[in-house]
């Protein structure tokens, strides 16, 4: 697999509805990023947790299928959102060195990179990009979901090559997790997943302390002004 090919790009942008609050934005760099170099190449049995995201098969709620050789995702992941691996270890996900880099993909009967991937974030995200590599211009579509499972956008781009693409959430829910499949000829791999943590919203706690903060300043300034 991960034949390169260098061919020209056409995006195709396909929303799942009129709700859909995601577009193709190639310029978002998230906060948090993620690379698998430190990953040890093969299979994986089980799912893959690193710093902001768990990485995995699919959602409980999807039905996993296949067509014409590739991984297929239907059906509405169940609230909250769980992330599963594939008990067979060769349909699961996996990570393999492609030009010295720790590529992660998705796995169908050992067809490196003909698999579903999916990533479970541990707060939510307003964007999410990454590195497709291994393209053979094929097409590669994202699904996103929100925290309840429900299905903010699907996302197809096609006649794909190796590079970086993004997507941000311009207005509505963020992204909670996605899953990718593909039908590119050689099966793609992905790499440097970015995104964001959400804003912190700060504690019951730290919001009296705020407020005594601000009370003692009000009355420092009437005190001063008394003076």
């Not at 709620?61 to 599963?84: E, H, K, R």
């Not at 067809?111 to 497709?132: C, H, K, R, Y």
């Not at 429900?150 to 311009?170: E, K, M, P, W």
């Not at 504690?203 to 009000?218: K, M, N, Q």
């Amino acid at each position: 697999m991960f034949k390169k090919v260098l061919l020209g790009t056409a995006i195709a942008v396909c929303f799942a509805s009129a709700n859909a609050a995601i577009v193709v934005d190639n310029t978002v760099s998230g906060t948090i990023a993620n690379n698998f170099d430190a990953l040890g190449a093969g299979n994986v049995v089980g799912l893959i947790p690193l710093s902001g995201a768990t990485y995995g098969e699919h959602f409980q709620g999807q039905t996993l299928s296949t067509d014409s050789g590739f991984d297929a995702l239907s059906g509405v992941p169940s609230s909250p959102l769980v992330l599963l691996a594939n008990p067979a270890v060769s349909d699961n996900i996996g990570v393999l060195s492609y030009n010295s880099s720790g590529v992660i993909y998705g796995d169908l009967l050992s067809g490196v990179g003909e698999g579903a991937l999916s990533i479970l974030f541990n707060t939510t995200t307003d964007l999410f990009g990454l590195d497709v590599v291994g393209t053979d211009s094929g097409a590669f579509t994202v699904d996103f979901f929100g925290t309840s499972g429900s299905l903010l956008a699907s996302i197809t781009q096609s006649n794909i090559v190796d590079g970086f693409y993004g997507f941000r959430a311009t207005s509505g829910e963020q992204i909670a997790g996605v899953s990718i499949t593909n039908t590119d000829p050689a099966g793609i791999g992905y790499d440097n997943v970015t995104y964001n943590a959400a804003n912190s919203v700060p504690e019951p706690a730290s919001l009296v302390l705020l407020g005594l903060g601000l009370l003692g300043l009000v009355a420092t300034r009437r005190n001063s002004k008394q003076s």
